[in-house]
């Protein structure tokens, strides 16, 4: 059996991973210059960037078991911090070291930042939905639950919308509740590891799909870097991959590039036309990553740390992973900053830094990267695709496909594990 998966990002790779531990002659088509999709190594001035800043967390099970499986060591290439949530000199929570739900109950008390009331109301909520499974007999929007269940102001501003934005990438007022809810239920009310921020010490790209591609290639597969899958048609009981002008019978087909890379390339295909009319009705949310590298190094109070501007979340690239004067800020979900240019945003961000930490040193230089199709816009009611395609030969897999997760890290691993498995249990 011989199955070509078009895509090498962390959905692809993961499909690969698992179809060659099982022995399948795998190959992976790629059409950038690097793997990992929209979590992927950019390097500016010989530095190894991020083109978007993402964090994992404790219940990144999937992920975590696929890094050990290709020798990618967790435990090696990231720094596990106990739940801690600050936003600078607004907000500050932070788990103690005891067991599930306990721990997050505890640190939803203790929040500094926010009146008694307030932290009551929080502590409440969560355990009501716990109380529900997390569940909602009608999906709303995320800005309606937090109404409906009276959370007060400085939790609204400075940890439930964050949470939202960080996590679905998609502004309250039009977010799913239900989709923020099954975050909540695995990455927070969990056990207690599961609400562990995972800070990669390394790029995105070295942190799993290089080494997934050399677990692949040691097994007999091939994963081709540079190559532009121009189509894909069912032929028989085969499914052809053209790429290069050249055209290659496969097995199966695992579609794993994004879902606005995808719609055309299946649109020739009659069997799929709900499918791509599902795809091609997807909205999408942008990532903008800002780096700063100063003249001299500059400690952070955090590695990671909220802020309140336009910058949300940014990051000592020199205490996560050794790149001196290095500081990254993240800029989630739509906003005023898509009419900057990239030299006004970049000034901006050293601006609220210095607004918030103090006089910081000149900026050597400085590099914005903007994923303007970072994630799907993940709103009430959105239907999203299944795997499982009309034709058996062909199935998806990414973090749009439908499922419990937003567009995340996870939630493509685990898409591409599934797809591999679908692969799998049709040759039994």
């Not at 059996?1 to 998966?5: C, D, E, G, L, S």
């Not at 799913?176 to 390394?202: C, I």
């Given at each position: 059996?011989?199955?070509?998966?078009v895509?090498?990002?962390?959905?692809?790779?993961?499909?690969?991973?698992?179809?060659?531990?099982?022995?399948?002659?795998?190959?992976?088509?790629?059409?950038?210059?690097?793997?990992?999709?929209?979590?992927?190594?950019?390097?500016?001035?010989?530095?190894?960037?991020?083109?978007?800043?993402?964090?994992?967390?404790?219940?990144?099970?999937?992920?975590?078991?696929?890094m050990?499986l290709?020798?990618?060591?967790?435990?090696?290439?990231?720094?596990?911090?106990?739940l801690?949530?600050?936003?600078?000199?607004?907000?500050?929570?932070?788990?103690?070291?005891?067991?599930?739900?306990?721990?997050?109950?505890?640190?939803?008390?203790?929040?500094r930042?926010?009146?008694?009331?307030?932290?009551?109301?929080?502590?409440?909520?969560?355990?009501?939905?716990?109380?529900?499974?997390?569940?909602?007999?009608?999906?709303?929007?995320?800005?309606?639950?937090?109404?409906?269940?009276?959370?007060?102001?400085?939790?609204?501003?400075?940890?439930?919308?964050?949470?939202?934005?960080?996590?679905?990438?998609?502004?309250?007022?039009r977010?799913?509740?239900?989709?923020?809810?099954?975050?909540?239920?695995?990455?927070?009310?969990?056990?207690?590891?599961?609400?562990?921020?995972?800070?990669?010490?390394?790029d995105?790209?070295?942190?799993?799909?290089?080494?997934?591609?050399?677990?692949?290639?040691?097994?007999?597969?091939?994963?081709s870097?540079?190559?532009?899958?121009?189509?894909?048609?069912?032929?028989?009981?085969?499914?052809?991959?053209?790429?290069?002008?050249?055209?290659t019978?496969?097995?199966?087909?695992?579609?794993?590039?994004?879902?606005?890379?995808?719609?055309?390339?299946?649109?020739?295909?009659?069997?799929l036309?709900?499918?791509?009319?599902?795809?091609?009705?997807?909205?999408?949310?942008?990532?903008?990553?800002?780096?700063?590298?100063?003249a001299?190094?500059f400690?952070?109070?955090?590695?990671?740390?909220?802020?309140?501007?336009?910058?949300?979340?940014?990051?000592?690239?020199?205490?996560?992973?050794?790149?001196?004067?290095?500081v990254?800020?993240?800029?989630?979900?739509?906003?005023?900053?898509?009419?900057?240019?990239?030299?006004?945003?970049?000034?901006?961000?050293?601006?609220?830094?210095?607004?918030?930490?103090?006089?910081?040193?000149?900026?050597?230089w400085?590099?914005?990267?903007?994923?303007?199709?970072?994630s799907?816009?993940?709103?009430?009611?959105?239907?999203?695709?299944?795997?499982?395609?009309?034709?058996?030969?062909?199935?998806?897999?990414?973090?749009?496909?439908?499922?419990?997760?937003p567009?995340?890290?996870?939630?493509?691993?685990?898409?591409?594990?599934?797809?591999?498995?679908?692969?799998?249990?049709?040759?039994?």
């Open positions: 059996m011989r199955v070509a998966i895509g090498g990002g962390y959905a692809g790779m993961a499909a690969a991973v698992c179809l060659a531990e099982a022995g399948v002659e795998v190959c992976v088509y790629e059409a950038g210059p690097e793997l990992g999709g929209r979590a992927r190594r950019v390097t500016i001035n010989d530095v190894a960037l991020d083109n978007g800043l993402h964090i994992l967390l404790g219940a990144y099970a999937e992920t975590l078991r696929l050990r290709v020798g990618a060591d967790p435990d090696e290439t990231l720094a596990r911090l106990p801690q949530w600050h936003i600078h000199r607004r907000f500050s929570l932070k788990a103690p070291a005891l067991p599930a739900p306990l721990h997050l109950a505890v640190a939803l008390l203790r929040v930042g926010a009146p008694w009331r307030e932290r009551l109301s929080a502590a409440r909520f969560m355990r009501t939905m716990r109380g529900a499974r997390f569940r909602l007999d009608r999906d709303v929007t995320v800005s309606e639950l937090l109404t409906r269940h009276s959370q007060g102001p400085a939790f609204v501003r400075h940890l439930w919308e964050p949470l939202c934005v960080a996590a679905l990438n998609t502004p309250p007022a977010a799913s509740a239900q989709v923020f809810l099954n975050v909540l239920r695995d990455g927070l009310a969990a056990h207690r590891t599961a609400s562990d921020l995972l800070l990669a010490r390394s995105l790209s070295s942190l799993f799909p290089d080494p997934a591609a050399a677990f692949v290639r040691t097994r007999g597969g091939r994963v870097i540079g190559h532009r899958v121009e189509a894909v048609e069912p032929q028989g009981d085969a499914m052809t991959v053209t790429a290069r002008a050249e055209s019978p496969y097995d199966h087909v695992i579609c794993a590039v994004a879902p606005h890379s995808a719609a055309p390339l299946l649109a020739s295909i009659p069997e036309h709900d499918t791509v009319a599902i795809l091609a009705a997807f909205r999408h949310q942008p990532i903008y990553s800002v780096y700063l590298q100063l001299e190094p400690p952070l109070p955090a590695p990671m740390l909220g802020l309140s501007g336009m910058a949300q979340w940014v990051f000592d690239r020199d205490a996560i992973c050794g790149q001196r004067g290095l990254a800020a993240v800029i989630s979900a739509e906003g005023a900053h898509q009419a900057m240019t990239q030299d006004d945003l970049a000034r901006e961000v050293y601006r609220e830094l210095e607004a918030e930490l103090g006089p910081l040193p000149p900026v050597a400085h590099r914005v990267i903007a994923e303007k199709r970072a799907f816009e993940c709103t009430v009611g959105l239907q999203r695709p299944p795997m499982r395609t009309p034709l058996a030969r062909l199935h998806l897999a990414g973090d749009y496909v439908a499922g419990d997760y567009a995340t890290i996870e939630a493509a691993v685990r898409s591409g594990v599934a797809a591999a498995n679908l692969v799998l249990q049709r040759q039994l």
